[in-house]
């Protein structure tokens, strides 16, 4: 014969909602001195316990929600950034160019020489890449500004 099912007394229940605020199963189930098991046990059997655990966790959740939306509308940038990426489907994407296909580099796997190669590849295409011009604007600050470099032209000619 198995050991007796345990049950919950109503404060007992009662208590389910404010702990599963801020616990975890675990930790519920440990705070009442019985294991996670038994615990889940106990919602399955008694829909009471499931329900007000869930409610436990829901209202804490909204109204974290409920702040963090605020502080996103106030112009928290973190928060609007968090926002979205969870609620939204945004996410950071940084796009990176496939450099193997762009750089050939030396067998031996340096760095250097990887680098030197990359920065040669990009001087061949320099002839027809604007120049980049630092100009200062009339209140002080600076603009930046390209100017197409025409194939043939050198730097002297310019």
Same mark, same amino acid.
């Given at each position: 014969m198995g050991r007796p099912?345990?049950? *919950? &007394?109503?404060?007992?229940?009662a208590e389910v909602e404010t702990l599963a605020a801020v616990l975890t199963a675990q930790q519920v189930a440990d705070y009442f001195g019985i294991g996670r098991t038994t615990f889940f046990a106990m919602m399955e059997r008694d829909p009471e316990i499931a329900e007000r655990y869930k409610r436990g966790k829901a209202k804490v959740i909204g109204a974290i929600a409920q702040g963090l939306i605020a502080k996103a509308r106030s112009g928290d940038t973190a928060s609007m950034i968090f926002f979205l990426k969870t609620q939204?489907?945004?996410? $950071? !994407?940084?796009? *990176?160019?496939?450099?193997?296909?762009?750089?050939?580099?030396?067998? &031996?796997g340096d760095g250097v020489q990887m680098l030197h190669?990359? =920065?040669?590849?990009?001087?061949?295409?320099?002839?027809?890449?604007? &120049? =980049?011009?630092? $100009?200062?604007?009339?209140?002080?600050? =600076?603009? *930046?500004?390209?100017?197409? !470099? *025409?194939?043939?032209? &050198? $730097?002297e000619a310019r």
């Open positions: 099912e345990r049950c *919950l &007394s109503d404060a007992q229940k939204a489907g945004w996410r $950071e !994407v940084a796009p *990176l160019e496939d450099i193997d296909a762009q750089v050939q580099p030396a067998r &031996s190669a990359y =920065l040669d590849q990009i001087a061949a295409r320099g002839k027809a890449a604007p &120049s =980049l011009i630092i $100009e200062e604007t009339h209140d002080g600050g =600076l603009m *930046l500004t390209t100017e197409p !470099v *025409l194939d043939g032209e &050198s $730097e």
